[in-house]
């Protein structure tokens, strides 16, 4: 089963607004990773947090890491229509050598 | 930043011929490299992790007789399907370890008529 669970799975929001998404694990962690896919596309390296992080900012984007409840947040603000796209959280769990992708969360953003 | 490239983007090819993906780090050299697969609408599926000079290691569920993995140096793996059939027509994306961060390749697109 996949380590990481993002909610929501799908996410509306008007451009300028700000868009949250969360993601759940099951397992110690190294790090965890956030990554963008526009559709049909590779994936693109946003944020890397480490298990002794709490919080790390790139841009508009803030991301959380709580591993007391093994959950982390990723946080757009002042968001584009170009931030439409689909986020997943991959996390590299202890020994475990490899990441695990979470279900993804699709954002659309609205001009 | 560090680049991963992956060729082709798209392969349209008959059932039953066998197809190669090729996975380069293009500016760092990767001991590890992962094949992942995605159906649409859904998240990555960890394949196999290729490792220089060694096997690749399989994930349970996965035919490694069919999909055939070869890490010829530290700056190309492929993955090769072979006797293909339309299920397994996805979409084929790898990432290259580098040092603890996964840089992703664009994908390649197969179709299997």
């Known amino acids: 089963s996949q380590q990481g669970e993002e909610d929501p799975q799908a996410l509306s929001i008007q451009e300028g607004e700000n868009a949250t998404m969360n993601c759940s694990y099951k397992t110690s962690i190294n790090n965890l990773q956030w990554y963008r896919q526009n559709s049909g596309r590779g994936l693109v390296h946003l944020i890397l947090?480490?298990?002794?992080?709490r919080e790390k900012h790139s841009g508009r984007l803030r991301v959380t890491l709580d591993t007391s409840k093994k959950s982390s947040s990723l946080l757009i603000t002042a968001s584009r229509a170009a931030d439409t796209a689909s986020y997943f959280c991959?996390?590299?769990?202890?020994?475990?050598?490899?990441?695990?992708f979470g279900d993804g969360t699709t954002l659309t953003v609205k001009p | 930043g560090a680049v991963v490239s992956q060729h082709p983007s798209r392969v349209i090819c008959k059932s039953g011929t066998s197809v190669k993906i090729e996975c380069r780090s293009l500016?760092?050299?990767?001991?590890?490299m992962f094949w992942y697969r995605q159906f649409p609408k859904q998240s990555l599926m960890l394949m196999a992790t290729?490792?220089?000079?060694?096997?690749?290691?399989?994930e349970q569920g996965v035919e490694k007789d069919k999909f055939l993995i070869n890490h010829a140096s530290l700056t190309l793996s492929t993955l090769t399907v072979t006797s293909a059939h339309p299920e397994d027509s996805s979409f084929y994306i790898c990432?290259?370890?580098?040092?603890?961060?996964?840089?992703f390749g664009p994908g390649t697109r197969l179709t299997v008529l």
């Open positions: 500016d760092f050299q990767a001991t590890t």
């Open positions: 947090i480490r298990s002794n992080e």
């Open positions: 290729s490792n220089e000079g060694s096997k690749a290691t399989y």
């Open positions: 991959a996390t590299d769990a202890t020994n475990a050598g490899k990441s695990t």
């Open positions: 990432s290259a370890q580098h040092p603890d961060t996964q840089y």
